[in-house]
């Protein structure tokens, strides 16, 4: 992906990618913000009333791929607007990229040249909703990118060792072969590198805007960082913007079912017998040895505000000298160390589980954080984020690269009410992935003949997480605390999928 391209595509030109044959346009000086909306594919206009948290879904008018269903809420007061984002759309591939002599308009009419791709992703957005706003505007372009840059090997059923197809050395198919690299492979570093296209980008966008970084480390993880999280790095920066967001995306291709997680939303698969989960949360917990190891090799990033060692507490001055239980990013079991006062540090990961909202004043009590701030420890965007009252960024441990995992179709047997569910940390928060499968299977059994049942289904899962409110709170059915965050909801019927994709 070029500058010259992202620049179009920003400005909200033809997005072509370089060679088009389009010519470039110059950068405005001053880009606009992304403008606040709902998804393009819901129906109706502005947003509810936030009293009534009143949920939106899809209707007839506008039908989504496979017939799926979409529905959300907006949050109970915690910000001024919804701060999730959600797309889906059709992904049409290159097979190949055209030669001089042959006619570009008559390759654009054949679709024997194009691979098609079935795409949906929720974006959950924390500090403002702008960086899920921009995610959800381009993810898609960089995946479809990225899938045409090796869209040679992705037909093949074993890859060759140079996308041209030549071989340099006799044995390099058999290469291939050891390294049991397939197709699929292709596609999950496709979807890598969309998430990744970013970094490039952003670094060139920063040279061009004469902005420095303020350490040669700070530098070397830039460069680590995604080409998608640094779209949206470039882009924060031009419109001065803060924020971030975690990044959900399922893609249909070839067959195979291609989740991508970073963040803590999740998408599972309910089939007749069984549950699939399709993606794991990432948060200072689950990736406490990640973010530990990082701090051990590079300590300055931690400025001496914080100690990378795990307590099971916050440790006081009357520790000192005693031996406490503690854990280091290599281990994964507890251990005990002689406290020092450097340990009585904040720690650089603190707390455990998830937010606690008590009646209608919402604080956050045991939340596990990432230097105090963060409850997510993947995603995109935040690349102006500091810890509060330092300059310590929070960004280096903001890891952007997703985990793919990947169904597929063909070594199972699809049942007419076989679902993914995918969904922000709104949902997952109050229901757990076997009350969400019941509520699925029983909606689905007892609605067979509504045409609308997916849309319906999203927009009872929503109804059932934010729950009712009573005086000054949001409550479930069992009298337990509801969500008072934004959810969004997809749910796609497996069965209606495009077989020849």
């Known amino acids: 992906m070029s500058v010259e391209w992202w620049r179009r595509l920003r400005r909200g030109g033809p997005a072509e990618p370089p060679g088009g044959g389009r010519e470039s346009v110059p950068r405005s000086p001053q880009p606009d913000p992304p403008r606040y909306r709902r998804p393009k594919f819901l129906r109706g206009g502005e947003e509810s009333p936030r009293g009534g948290r009143a949920v939106r879904g899809t209707g007839p008018e506008r039908p989504l ?3 799926s269903g979409y529905a959300e809420v907006i949050n109970a007061e915690k910000s001024e607007f919804n701060e999730d984002q959600a797309a889906c759309c059709q992904i049409s591939v290159r097979r190949r990229e055209p030669s001089l002599e042959e006619d570009q308009e008559w390759l654009i009419l054949c679709s024997t040249q194009f691979l098609t791709g079935y795409y949906w992703a929720l974006f959950d957005g924390h500090g403002g909703p702008e960086a899920a706003i921009i995610a959800s505007n381009y993810l898609h372009y960089c995946i479809k990118q990225k899938l045409e840059e090796a869209a040679g090997a992705i037909v093949e059923a074993c890859p060759p060792m140079h996308l ?6 006799d044995s390099d198919p058999q290469f291939v072969e050891e390294k049991h690299i397939h ?10 590198n969309a998430f ?3 970094s490039v980008l952003a670094l060139d966008f920063c040279q061009e805007a004469a902005v420095e970084s303020s350490t040669l480390v700070h530098i070397a993880l ?11 790095g470039q882009e924060m920066e031009a419109t001065n913007q803060t924020g971030g967001c975690t990044a959900l995306a399922a893609l249909y291709f070839q067959g195979k079912l291609y989740v991508a997680n970073a963040g803590d ?6 089939l007749k017998d069984t ?3 399709m993606s794991s949360e990432f948060t200072p917990e689950t990736e406490r040895q990640r973010l530990q190891h990082l701090a051990f090799l590079f300590p300055k990033l931690l400025d001496g505000e914080f100690t990378r060692f795990e307590f099971p507490r916050r440790l006081k001055g009357d520790d000192v000298g005693q031996k406490v239980l503690y854990r280091d990013y290599f281990m994964e079991g507890w251990g005990y160390k002689l406290v020092e006062k450097a340990d009585l540090k904040y720690p650089l990961v603190h707390g455990h589980g998830k937010q606690v909202l008590c009646s209608y004043i919402r604080f956050v009590w045991g939340q596990a954080r990432l230097l105090g701030t963060l409850s997510v420890s993947r995603g995109l965007g935040d690349h102006q984020l500091k810890v509060i009252d330092t300059n310590i960024e929070v960004k280096p441990f903001l890891s952007c690269i997703p985990k ?7 070594l199972h047997d699809i049942k007419e009410d076989d679902v993914l569910i995918m969904a922000t940390d709104g949902l997952w928060d109050v229901l757990c992935n076997k009350e969400v499968a019941h509520m699925a299977r029983s909606f689905l059994a007892e609605n067979r003949t509504d045409p609308h049942r997916f849309s319906e289904l999203a927009k009872s899962l929503v109804c059932r997480a934010r729950g009712k409110k009573r005086g000054h709170q949001w409550m479930l059915d069992d009298s337990q605390e509801a969500s008072y965050d934004d959810i969004s909801v997809f749910v796609i019927p497996l069965h209606n999928r495009v077989e020849d994709c």
Do not use: H, K, T, Y
């Not at 041209?164 to 050395?169: E, I, L, Q």
């Not at 939303?265 to 309910?270: D, N, T, W």
């Not at 793919?404 to 063909?410: A, H, P």
């Open 65 to 67: 791929p496979w017939g």
């Open 164 to 169: 041209s197809g030549r071989c340099v050395c």
């Open 404 to 410: 793919v995992n990947i169904f597929d179709f063909g």
């Open 196 to 198: 990744q296209e970013c």
């Open 183 to 192: 197709a699929e492979d292709v596609v999950v570093g496709a979807l890598e």
């Open 275 to 277: 549950i699939v989960p």
């Open 265 to 270: 939303s999740r998408a599972i698969l309910v």
């Open 222 to 232: 830039q460069s680590c960082l995604n080409p998608q999280d640094e779209v949206i």
